[in-house]
Structure formats: structure tokens, C-alpha cells
Nanobody, 120 residues
């Protein structure tokens, strides 16, 4: 089992920056995918950015150029650097790990989220 704990959220002014962190613990192995998602009240949870063990990244179009995903494998930590924040970025941000420990078996793990609020 994997446990994920996010941190780094808070209140920031429009145009500001934040860096979110997600520390993973437990049986962190056989990772197939990692990512950051966000969800505002009344909306679906949406992908912000994803990253593979090899370092390949993927971003939703609306976040390219402003957000950067990275990881420190030694610390089992996933990061999301957010810049040029807008009020529309206000949401709960969640990290996600997909683990495939055996053939044809896959598990998803979510953190509890960290709130990001951007004021105008």
C-alpha cells in the first residue's frame, strides 16, 4: 500500500507562485505513472500534469508553460511548481500514483489534497 501526503498549498495573489509537494511512503515500487490533478467545487477532477519513472512529462494544454512537474526519487517526493497563478486555478490539488506490482494488476492511490486559493 502507498500513502500520499500533499503540502504546499495556500493563499496566493494572482500572478504569484507556489510549489506543491507530495511525499509517498509505503510500498512505493513498480510505479507506472504519477501525476497531479485538481478539482474545484462542482467540477470533475482533471489532470494537471503527469510524469513517468523515466522522467517523461505530460501536461494538459491549459497548464503548459505555467506548471512544471518533477520528482525526487530518492525522497519519494513529487513536486508541482506553479507560476503565473490565476483565480481560476483555485482548487484542491491531489497527487496520484498508479502502481502495477504484478502482471495485469494495477492500483491507484490518492492523497487527501492540498488547497490552493488564488485571489485577484
Amino acid at each position: 500500500q502507498v500513502q500520499l501526503v500533499e503540502s504546499g498549498g495556500g493563499l496566493v495573489r494572482s500572478g504569484g507562485s507556489l510549489r506543491l509537494s507530495c511525499v509517498a511512503s509505503g510500498r512505493v515500487s513498480a510505479i507506472s505513472h504519477m501525476g497531479w490533478y485538481r478539482q474545484a467545487p462542482g467540477n470533475q477532477r482533471e489532470l494537471v500534469a503527469g510524469i513517468t519513472v523515466s522522467g517523461t512529462t505530460n501536461y494538459a494544454d491549459s497548464f503548459q508553460g505555467r506548471f512544471t512537474i518533477s520528482r525526487d526519487s530518492a525522497k519519494n517526493t513529487l513536486y508541482l511548481q506553479m507560476t503565473s497563478l490565476k483565480p481560476g486555478d483555485t482548487a484542491g490539488y491531489y497527487c496520484h500514483y498508479r502502481i502495477a506490482p504484478v502482471v495485469e494488476r494495477e492500483f491507484s492511490f490518492w492523497g487527501q489534497g492540498t488547497q490552493v486559493t488564488v485571489s485577484s
